[in-house]
């Protein structure tokens, strides 16, 4: 196995909750008079930074202060159905396939993500947890990536990554990791195949992928 330390991404990855993902998205363009979008064109257009593609939907700017009041109202609808989402299918499966060390990377709040990993059961599978430390999110995961892997004291040339978008990639390219993209989460499964990066339809699949990398 060439690499040796996976990083797991955590929505749309190992947590399945697209639907409730789209659903507090609507909220928040209803709040401005905006349309709705059903799943399939969030996974067809669906990208980071956030801000870009809400303003995409909108069709006009979205300046950093609307988009802080339109996070806000995602994040406020998002916590309230958390409770709807369950983790993928095979997600412990997965987890537990990987003979290296594992650690986990979100773009979800911190202090939030900590109790849900201990909620799903899985308290003890990865060797650190990082999630958002600041108040709006929507941003690139490249920086994010790069100080998870520098408090791991991990090298990127050492590192997978497994996540379900093309900022996933971009981000594991930035430090010098391999990536394998999950067709199960945000992004359209051919987008993440027109990429030419490998692509997993599981999560299991995901980590045999990883371990050929």
């Known amino acids: 196995m060439g690499r040796t330390h996976l990083v797991w991404d955590w929505n749309g990855t190992l947590l399945d909750d697209l639907t409730l993902v789209v659903s507090s998205t609507n909220l928040a363009f209803d709040s401005v008079g905006g349309r709705a979008v059903d799943a399939e064109e ?36 998002y916590r309230l159905g958390l409770t709807t989402a369950s983790l993928a299918g095979d997600a412990k499966e997965a987890i ?3 003979p290296g060390t594992q650690s986990l990377l979100s773009m979800w709040f911190h202090d939030e993500l900590v109790p849900a990993i201990e909620t799903y059961g899985l308290t003890g599978s990865f060797s650190r ?8 999110g929507g941003d690139l995961k490249a920086g994010h990536l790069a100080r998870h892997l520098d408090r791991l004291e991990i090298a990127g040339d050492r590192t997978v990554l497994i996540g379900d978008s093309l900022d996933d990639a971009v981000a594991a390219r ?4 391999e990536v394998v993209l999950y067709t199960g989460g945000f992004t359209d499964a051919a987008r ?12 299991v699949e ?3 992928r990883a371990q050929q990398v």
Do not use: M
């Open 129 to 136: 947890v990082d999630g958002l430390r600041a108040e709006v």
């Open 96 to 98: 537990k396939a990987w």
């Open 206 to 208: 995901a980590v045999q």
């Open 42 to 77: 969030h996974r067809r257009s669906f990208r980071r930074p956030i801000a870009e593609y809400y303003a995409d939907v909108l069709d006009r700017a979205v300046d950093a202060e609307e988009f802080s009041r339109l996070d806000r109202i995602f994040h406020e609808a």
């Open 192 to 203: 993440l195949r027109e990429s030419g990066l490998p692509v997993a339809d599981t999560l």
């Open 174 to 177: 930035s430090v010098g990791a």
